[in-house]
């Protein structure tokens, strides 16, 4: 089993910054898992935002963040991050971590979320 536990969140104006934090306890995290960051506003299926792959050798991010967040993981302290950057009021959403293992088609794993409220 992993537990996520997501904070960071607020309330930020347009064009300010935040970082999320993801942190995971339970199985050893760094042994073969990746993660990644998804959001999801009221009314709308959860959208992915990106991904890290378990060595943190590998990226990837969603069309509508790209150049904006940036994903990261330290796997001594057992957590993730998600930067973001020049913020928009469409990145408004509760924010979810989530794991899974490298082989695995799904996530397995998944924070409470966080709330990120973006003002313009």
């Known amino acids: 089993q992993v537990q996520l536990v997501e904070s960071g969140g607020g309330l930020v104006q347009a064009g300010d910054s935040l970082r999320l934090s993801c942190a995971a306890s339970g199985r050893t995290f760094s042994t073969y898992y990746d993660m990644a960051w998804f959001r999801q506003t009221p009314g709308k299926i959860r959208e992915f935002v990106a991904t890290?792959?378990?060595?943190?050798?590998?990226?990837t991010y969603a069309d509508s963040v790209k150049g904006r967040f940036a994903i990261s993981r330290d796997n001594a302290k057992n957590t993730v991050y998600l930067q973001m950057s020049s913020l928009k009021p469409e990145d408004t959403a509760v924010y979810y971590c989530a794991a899974r293992f490298f082989t695995s088609a799904t996530y397995e794993y998944w924070g409470q979320g966080t709330q990120v409220t973006v003002s313009s």
């Open positions: 890290i792959t378990w060595s943190g050798t590998s990226t």
